[in-house]
Nanobody, 118 residues
Framework: QVQLVESGGGLVQAGGSLRLSCAAS????????MGWYRQAPGKQRELVAL???????NYADSLKGRFTVSRDITKNIVDLQMNSLKPEDTAVYYC????????????WGQGTQVTVSS
């Protein structure tokens, strides 16, 4: 059973920073890709940042330079460092993982709320 558990969300003022963590029940290297998506009220879920098993990163264009995805292979954790936060970053942030198995199953965390006040 694969589980992804997020932590680190909360309320922050505009211009502030937050760090989200996603703890995986399997080795992060057993995923083709892991990372983060977000969903704001009334909007579709969108890509924030991904990291491949090889360490290649991919970011939403609008977030480059402010958000950084990283991982700790020894702890099976994928983090998202968010700086210079804006009210429009307010959303539920979901950890995402795509397994490197024959069926390439996709897994989601339960989500963590990030609220940025102006």
């Amino acid at each position: 059973q694969v589980q992804l558990v997020e932590s680190g969300g909360g309320l922050v003022q505009a211009g502030g920073s937050l760090r989200l963590s996603c703890a995986a029940s399997k080795s992060v290297l057993s995923f083709i890709a892991m990372g983060w998506y977000r969903q704001a009220p009334g909007k579709q879920r969108e890509l924030v940042a991904l990291m491949s098993s090889g360490g290649t990163t991919n970011y939403a264009d609008s977030l480059k330079g402010r958000f950084t995805v990283s991982r700790d292979i020894t702890k099976n954790i994928v983090d998202l460092q968010m700086n210079s936060l804006k009210p429009e970053d307010t959303a539920v942030y979901y950890c995402y993982g795509k397994r490197a198995t024959l069926t390439q199953d996709i897994y989601w965390g339960q989500g963590t709320q990030v609220t940025v006040s102006s």
